[in-house]
């Protein structure tokens, strides 16, 4: 009996340990999958018990961060409580990088077949829900947020605006073909040691990342806004600024998060030792669809 005490007693940790890995796959599998561009891609959608077939439904694409997968973006954004409470699709799809941490390649040929991964997936998902084609939305955080904007560039005929938490911008302005007027919003911390709020050089990346609000102010030129933006304060920490009279309503918005670091306003917190703190005087994922909501895809 002793001996099969000590047993038990040995081989209890290596149990845990085994357990708790089975729990984290469980949390952290994807739903869905798919081949594009000759990859397997995979991606994680949440549809609402609201849903109703009968009636066109917005989609929101949520993209995740470098090193990052579906799951932890879903924690991170907390998207899902927006969807039950207004009903409509969130899409976390997955980055290259195998079935753990993915990023998203944001240069040559492998920036296009992120593209088109994601047209498919739109295609795929509006073959199997009633999705609204004109109310497709695109928002991510870090990596996932220079892809967002890589989609606003690319995918115009498709996506009727996009969001951007902390994005790390590695796609220069020279890479947008098609500069047609966007709706943007976004998100960042001045705090942010990953993806500097007034630009230059981080650990996260060889090429000096731009300054945010200049990125901004160049988004509102794009989209043939008033040069001087209306300012705001909607909590002690936070600066509002919106570009208005902009062409085709296509408004460009970005909140400042004082002492925010590279994390996402309202949402899951992330540890504060890596990335800074996480401001929760505002929520971004609440405020990107309130954005969002006011704009639909105009089709020619």
């Known amino acids: 009996m002793v001996l099969a005490a000590v047993l038990i007693l040995i081989g209890l940790p290596v149990m845990l340990a085994v357990g708790e890995a089975v729990s984290y796959h469980v949390r952290n599998r994807?739903?869905?999958?798919?081949?594009?561009?000759?990859?397997?891609?995979?991606?994680?959608?949440?549809?609402?018990?609201?849903?109703d077939p009968t009636k066109a439904t917005?989609?929101?694409?949520?993209?995740?961060?470098?090193?990052?997968?579906p799951a932890a973006q879903l924690a991170t954004s907390q998207w899902n409580d927006v969807a039950?409470?207004?009903?409509?699709?969130?899409?976390?799809?997955?980055?290259?990088?195998?079935?753990?941490?993915?990023?998203?390649?944001?240069?040559?040929?492998?920036?296009?077949?992120?593209?088109?991964?994601?047209?498919?997936?739109?295609d795929r998902l509006q073959a199997d829900y009633h999705i609204d084609p004109a109310r497709v939305y695109a928002d991510g955080l870090?990596?996932?947020?220079?892809?967002?904007?890589?989609?606003?560039?690319?995918?115009?005929?498709?996506?009727?605006?996009?969001?951007?938490?902390?994005?790390?911008?590695?796609?220069?302005?020279?890479?947008?073909t098609n500069p047609a007027p966007m709706p943007m919003i976004a998100f960042h911390g001045t705090a942010d040691t990953a993806t500097p709020y007034h630009g230059g050089k981080s650990w996260t990346a060889p090429r000096p990342f731009p300054d945010i609000p200049g990125w901004t102010a160049k988004w509102a030129h794009r989209n043939g806004c008033a040069s001087s933006p209306v300012a705001a304060a909607p909590a002690a920490d936070v600066t509002r600024?919106?570009?208005?009279?902009?062409?085709?309503?296509?408004?460009?918005?970005?909140?400042?998060i004082e002492g925010g670091g590279h994390t996402w306003p309202g949402g899951g917190s992330l540890p504060e030792w890596f990335v800074g703190p996480t401001s929760h005087s505002i929520d971004a994922s609440s405020e990107m669809w309130a954005f969002f909501r006011g704009h639909r895809l105009l089709r020619k």
């Open 30 to 51: 994807n739903n869905g999958s798919m081949i594009s561009s000759g990859e397997h891609r995979e991606y994680l959608l949440y549809v609402p018990a609201s849903y």
């Open 142 to 176: 870090s990596n996932g947020g220079g892809m967002a904007f890589v989609l606003s560039c690319t995918l115009r005929d498709r996506i009727a605006a996009v969001g951007m938490v902390a994005a790390a911008h590695l796609a220069p302005w020279s890479s947008c």
């Open 241 to 256: 600024l919106e570009y208005t009279g902009c062409a085709g309503d296509a408004a460009v918005v970005l909140y400042t």
């Open 58 to 69: 917005p989609l929101v694409i949520s993209l995740h961060g470098g090193a990052m997968w």
């Open 84 to 122: 039950d409470r207004e009903g409509f699709l969130v899409v976390y799809p997955s980055g290259v990088g195998g079935d753990g941490p993915g990023h998203w390649r944001m240069g040559g040929a492998g920036r296009m077949k992120e593209v088109r991964f994601i047209s498919d997936l739109i």
